[in-house]
């Protein structure tokens, strides 16, 4: 069997729905951006501020488990506190940024708007500072959303996910900005407990996680 043939005659339904409607990609694209819902630029600053005050004042801050495991859920906290990050889990790994960004827009799913769900368009969603910040937020149309994450695998998740982002950096580059001076300190604390002997029990998935959730931003 030659495999390389295989792939190519495999359907694509993305390719399909496109075809069979005659959806152009690049209107599609852009009707995506323009269909999403942000926190406005002034709003946003004012959130943030708050939210990192939140953080150093050991407020409400919430993040997402890693998997389903109670020791590494536990490792997880552990490492959030030596990084000094007031952290809980949140309890429907979304409570966090559905205030943030109701509140923001001043508008709430199915009552204000209706076939919207909320995106991070970073992910970082292991990363207290993005998980509810309010440049890493938005709602984006149902139709949208799929090509926002890993639920698709196409060229046009590639294009969607990269003009939201480019959105982003550039409507809020001052607050992301800010982030990659705060998440550059907190990196490089956790890379050196990672090598302590302390931090070397800890589960090489996790670790790899959340090093890779607490990242800066360049686009």
Same mark, same amino acid.
């Given at each position: 069997?030659?495999?390389?043939? @295989? ?27 323009? %269909?999403? +819902?942000? +926190? ?31 020791? #590494? ?31 923001? %827009? ?5 009552? =204000? +708007? ?21 440049? #890493?937020?938005?709602? !984006?149309?149902? $139709?949208? =959303?799929?090509? %926002? ?5 196409? #060229?046009? !998740? ?23 001076? *705060? ?7 956790? %890379?050196?407990?990672?090598?302590? =002997?302390?931090?070397?029990? *800890? =589960? ?5 996680? $959340? ?5 800066? *931003? @360049?686009?």
């Amino acid at each position: 069997m030659n495999s390389a043939l @295989d792939l190519e005659n495999k359907m694509d339904t993305i390719d399909s729905f496109l075809k069979e409607f005659s959806i152009d990609p690049d209107k599609f694209c852009e009707w995506c951006i323009k %269909t999403t +819902i942000w +926190i406005e630029p002034i709003k946003a600053k004012k959130v943030w501020d708050e939210h990192i005050n939140n953080i150093k004042e050991y407020g409400n801050v919430y993040t997402r488990k890693y998997g389903r495991s109670k020791e #590494n859920h536990e490792a997880q906290l552990k490492i959030y506190k030596k990084l000094n990050l007031p952290v809980s889990f949140d309890p429907t790994n979304n409570a966090g940024p559905e205030k943030v960004i109701r509140e923001g %827009t001043g508008k709430r799913k199915n009552k =204000d +708007i209706k076939n919207y769900k909320i995106s991070h368009i970073f992910g970082l969603t292991k990363n207290p500072y993005a998980f509810m910040a309010p440049w #890493n937020i938005a709602y !984006t149309s149902i $139709l949208t =959303d799929p090509f %926002t994450g890993h639920e698709s695998n196409h #060229n046009l !998740t590639q294009r969607i996910t990269m003009l939201l982002r480019e959105k982003s950096y550039n409507d809020y580059n001052e607050l992301i900005c800010e982030y990659n001076c *705060i998440i550059s300190e907190k990196q490089e604390e956790m %890379t050196k407990y990672f090598e302590t =002997d302390e931090g070397q029990l *800890i =589960d090489p998935k996790l670790r790899k996680v $959340l090093l890779e959730d607490f990242i800066t *931003i @360049d686009i």
